[in-house]
């Protein structure tokens, strides 16, 4: 056996030398992010400097773990049957982290667990061994503040890289600390990450609490996106959800039978039986009608119509824009000549005043009011759109550019003051840009581009090279390469390509 583990391992030292050699060869360098002999992350498993090692590692604890359990159980030998048991307990240590130890809310034992794995976490330490470790804590109902902080800890001291699985185990935080806003973004932040570093177990876990939280809330769309989204691993537990979204919007598939057998194909049949019984029970609404604004009091004036509905609207969490429309007609017939000659007529009387400037100040604090509630998409409102709604889209739209470019700012004179974050914290900053420029594309995407195209592309560089932060430089260089493919910056194109080709 001894021998055999020494040839197996000798092919497979002989074959990821090759492939690093044709790697290297077809890889090019680039003057912005030249790269390294050695990669943090492998493409395959072959490519990864410890495979042999672990190969063998692995080959010699499966036959201890094999010889002594089967010969304890046979000679009813304690100490050997412990020490084989022992073997197989460092045979599988992630799949015991997460199936045992965390499933049963044991959180630092699994955590523990988990860093002894030299397959699944071996290169991904201390971010693999914290993402189960998280993953424990975000299903529990009410998990202890003391054992979050303690897995944070463990995540933000780690003087490595930070890797996709760090980026899923701190959104998994942020749910167990019920910030389940920004935990989808975290968690939805993933698939910026190379395959390499954010691999199908990481994402994996990433995908099904997001189409878990969107299930329970209600969002089917939401649900059925993550199921059929193919950058998302697929999970037996995916695919339950996936049929149950497609019942719940109405579609003819799957059928009674067809969402019992997903549901037996899933894992923890005995906590989404009652879900999967209520869902095929129901009737479904095939559409949601939108909820209207209510008729104002007849008793009010112009005026007081237009302030009845706006407070009516800020009390809708989703303003459908139609009801935005609404507001903002009722804001154009009440800022009309009816009030300036009231206006006009007050000022006389008290000798004074200038009837223009107090309908301009109350139209600009209307718009400022109406701005955060435009919908990103106006287009399914029919007929022409008020002139207060459009000068309200237009500085809500001026407000996200100002902001998009002080944040770039910000971002780019800390780059040269070599002022450096914390990884998580790093990540953060580059969510909260990506953030604002999306904001900015809905109104000019070529503009919103032009903002960050070059300063970011820098910023990304020098994280590449100076803090040696590759997977977050590589995430980086992945986005302003998507955005120059959709607008067709060939040059962005090319120059974030060979970025991104460089070794993580």
Not at 263 to 282: D, E, G, N, Y
Not at 450 to 455: A, C, L, N, T
């Amino acid at each position: 056996m001894g021998a055999a583990a020494g040839l197996f391992a000798a092919v497979v030292l002989v074959l990821r030398l090759i492939n690093s050699a044709q790697n290297r060869q077809a890889t090019p360098s680039t003057d912005s992010a030249a790269a390294v002999p050695i990669s943090r992350g492998s493409s395959t498993f072959w490519q990864d400097s410890g495979a042999a090692g672990t190969i063998v590692f692995q080959l010699i604890v499966s036959g201890v773990a094999v010889a002594c359990i089967g010969g304890g159980v046979e000679e009813r030998n304690g100490l050997v049957l412990t020490l084989g048991l022992g073997a197989f307990y460092l045979l599988f240590p992630a799949w015991i982290a997460r199936s045992v130890f965390a499933a049963l809310g044991f959180v630092r034992l699994a955590y523990f667990t988990a860093w002894f794995s030299r397959v699944e976490w071996r290169r991904d330490k201390p971010g693999g061994p914290a993402l189960i470790a998280a993953w424990s804590l975000a299903q529990q109902d009410q998990p202890w503040p003391s054992t979050i902080a303690w897995v944070e800890r463990r995540l933000s001291s780690s003087k490595k890289a930070l890797q996709g699985s760090g980026v899923v185990a701190f959104g998994l935080l942020e749910a167990a600390k019920g910030r389940h806003a920004q935990a989808r973004d975290w968690l939805d932040s993933v698939l910026m990450f190379d395959p390499r570093v954010a691999p199908p177990q990481v994402r994996v876990v990433a995908a099904e609490w997001l189409a878990t939280d969107a299930a329970a809330r209600g969002d089917w769309k939401r649900v059925k996106a993550i199921s059929e989204n193919r950058k998302w691993p697929g999970s037996s537990t995916l695919t339950l959800l996936g049929a149950l979204a497609g019942r719940m919007l109405g579609e003819a598939m799957p059928t009674n039978a067809g969402l019992w057998f997903w549901w037996l194909l899933a894992p923890r049949r005995w906590w989404t039986r009652s879900f999967v019984k209520q869902a095929t029970a129901q009737t479904v609404k095939r559409t949601v009608a939108e909820k209207a604004l209510p008729a104002p009091p007849e008793t009010l004036d112009a005026v007081g119509r237009a302030t009845f509905l706006t407070l009516a609207l800020q009390g809708h969490e989703t303003p459908a824009a139609s009801s935005v429309v609404e507001v903002a007609r009722a804001w154009e017939a009440a800022l009309g000549t009816d009030l300036r000659s009231k206006l006009f007529m007050r000022a006389t009387l008290v000798g004074g005043g200038e009837p223009d400037a107090a309908v301009e100040e109350v139209r600009q604090l209307v718009e400022k009011a109406l701005g955060p509630l435009l919908p990103s998409k106006l287009g399914s409102v029919h007929g022409d759109l008020p002139s207060l709604l459009q000068s309200a889209a237009s500085a809500r739209n001026d407000g996200v550019y100002a902001e998009l470019e002080e944040r770039m700012t910000r971002m780019d004179s800390r780059k040269v003051a070599n002022k450096e974050l914390p990884p998580l914290e790093e990540w953060r900053e580059v969510l909260a840009l990506r953030a604002l420029y999306k904001q900015s594309c809905e109104g000019d995407h070529a503009l919103a581009h032009s903002v960050i195209r070059d300063k970011l592309v820098n910023f990304g560089v020098w994280l590449y090279n100076q803090r040696e932060e590759k997977p977050v430089a590589n995430a980086i260089f992945r986005m302003l390469e998507s955005e120059a493919v959709a607008l067709g910056d060939s040059d962005s194109e090319k120059l974030n390509k060979k970025n991104g080709a460089c070794d993580l």
